[in-house]
Antibody, heavy 123, light 113 residues
Framework: QLQLQESGSGLVKPSQTLSLTCAVSGGSISSGDSSWNWIRQPPGKGLEWIGYIYHSGTTYYNPSLKSRVTMSVDKSKNQFSLKLSSVIAADTAIYYC???????????????WGQGTTVTVSS | DIVLTQSPDSLAVSLGERATINCKSSQSVLYRSNNKNYLAWYQQKPGQPPKLLIYWASTREAGVPDRFSGSGSGTDFTLTISSLQAEDVAVYYCQQYYRSPQTFGQGTKVELK
């Protein structure tokens, strides 16, 4: 079955760039009915959707983070990545990668999630 | 952005009793061309990622117990746990997919009374 696993820097200094990768196993990142998402959760708080990328490389970012976010996909490695620049303490969170299903009109359910990776922004 | 407001923020329910969580959207999430509401419900237990329970407002994800049900349309939605079990203690979130950016409700914490 499809599984996702995040990896990357757990401690990032303020003003630097956070970099995370999500490895996809048990399925292909080139699946046409899926988008590949990043979602974060600050400690003790709710969920914030960061954005998604398709296997084609098409992206959509949350406007609240758009100026600092870059997502990319590597089909040869079956993985996708997140970069968040100019980080501040408020970017400290658990970062999840996840797959959302598409029904031809809209996405409708995020059914596969990674376990999440904690990123702390601190000097 | 579409704002989702959940109520209550927390509730305590006895084992075997019903739990009801509401989610109100600032805009309709009903796509009239296919008559589907693009709203999902998730369960999150401590230390775990969210788990998809319900999509299209009322369709149960495969493997989810039938004590979980979703209802509503347009702007008002409800997640019902018909007979609370100990393993249902968690935080529950609604999420809309109708308009980007996708947004979540603030969460509702369900505890045992």
């Amino acid at each position: 079955q499809l599984q996702l696993q995040e990896s990357g820097s757990g401690l990032v200094k303020p003003s630097q760039t956070l970099s995370l990768t999500c490895a996809v196993s048990g399925g292909s990142i080139s699946s046409g009915d899926s988008s590949w998402n990043w979602i974060r959760q600050p400690p003790g708080k709710g969920l914030e959707w960061i954005g998604y990328i398709y296997h084609s490389g098409t992206t959509y970012y949350n406007p609240s983070l758009k100026s600092r976010v870059t997502m990319s996909v590597d089909k040869s490695k079956n993985q996708f990545s997140l970069k968040l620049s100019s980080v501040i303490a408020a970017d400290t969170a658990i970062y999840y990668c996840a797959r959302a299903r598409f029904d031809g009109y809209y996405f409708y359910g995020t059914d596969v999630w990674g376990q999440g990776t904690t990123v702390t922004v601190s000097s | 952005d579409i704002v989702l407001t959940q109520s209550p923020d927390s509730l305590a329910v006895s084992l075997g009793e019903r739990a009801t969580i509401n989610c109100k959207s600032s805009q309709s999430v009903l796509y009239r061309s296919n008559n589907k509401n693009y709203l999902a419900w998730y369960q999150q237990k401590p230390g775990q990622p969210p788990k998809l329970l319900i999509y299209w407002a009322s369709t149960r994800e495969a493997g989810v117990p039938d004590r979980f049900s979703g209802s509503g349309s347009g702007t008002d939605f409800t997640l019902t746990i018909s007979s609370l079990q100990a393993e249902d203690v968690a935080v529950y979130y609604c999420q809309q997919y109708y308009r980007s950016p996708q947004t979540f409700g603030q969460g509702t914490k369900v505890e045992l009374k």
